[in-house]
């Protein structure tokens, strides 16, 4: 059975920190990883997409990294802001599963001013 | 990029009465889309598995009766829920794709609350 977990559950910094976010998955058969960010009540928007045979994808301040031989990826924010905080949500889709989507628990991320 | 519309953003019924949720893919075709449940400072809980033109697949603990997901066409799909009780308020959210290799676009979710 595919896990995802994601440490820390929450984490608060102050602004212009830069933070590394991490997703560990377990079973390394996968077709890609995908970031995702979801605010207070809202539904959830698509951050990263890593392929399976892809090792990192960048977009503005975000870089998602992906080790599928140790299963993990890494999201990592430069110079944190406010308007960053949300929960962060990795997930996976295994080989084995079709096109189902297995979620992390999600980090709850604060940034103050 | 791909949007997925959901609609209503928020619904309050009474209990007995049933609610459709819609999900519609506004720039592609989506074979598949996905229903999920989110409960309060939880992840998503993969409810079931809608298929155009074909029944939808439910997870394991997932009453069909009480969930009746409808995919009609390539575009819309629709989630009702039945004889709504309290326990069934919930944040409502669905997802699409037009190939897993492209990942996954999701609806800004319905708030049901059951009264």
């Known amino acids: 059975k595919q896990e995802v977990t994601q440490i820390p559950a929450a984490l608060s910094v102050p602004e212009g920190e830069n933070l590394v976010l991490n997703c560990s998955f377990t079973?390394?058969?996968?077709?890609?990883l995908q970031w995702f960010r979801q605010d207070p009540g809202k539904g959830l928007t698509s951050l990263l997409l890593?392929?399976?045979?892809?090792r990192e994808q960048t977009s503005g301040r975000l870089n998602a990294s992906l080790d599928k031989s140790s299963g993990r990826s890494t999201l990592y924010i430069a110079a944190s802001q406010p308007g960053d905080s949300a929960t962060y949500l990795c997930?996976?889709?295994?080989?084995?599963?079709?096109?189902?989507?297995?979620f992390g628990e999600g980090t709850q991320l604060t940034v103050n001013p | 990029g791909a949007v997925v519309s959901q609609h209503p953003s928020r619904v309050i019924c009474k209990s007995g009465t049933s609610v459709k949720i819609e999900c519609r893919s506004l720039?592609?075709?989506?074979?598949?889309m996905f229903w999920y449940r989110q409960f309060p400072k939880q992840s998503l809980m993969l409810m079931a598995t809608?298929?155009?033109?074909?029944?939808?697949?439910?997870e394991q603990g997932v009453e069909k009766d009480k969930f009746l997901i409808n995919h009609a066409s390539l575009t819309l799909s629709t989630l009702t829920v039945t004889s709504a009780h309290p326990e069934d308020s919930s944040f409502y959210i669905c997802?699409?794709?037009?190939?897993?290799?492209?990942?996954?676009?999701f609806g800004s979710g319905t708030r049901l609350t059951v009264v």
């Open positions: 890593i392929q399976s045979s892809q």
């Open positions: 997930a996976v889709i295994k080989r084995a599963s079709g096109s189902r989507l297995t």
């Open positions: 997802s699409a794709s037009f190939g897993r290799l492209y990942g996954y676009t």
């Open positions: 720039d592609f075709q989506a074979t598949t």
């Open positions: 079973d390394s058969a996968i077709y890609n």
């Open positions: 809608s298929n155009e033109g074909s029944k939808a697949t439910y």
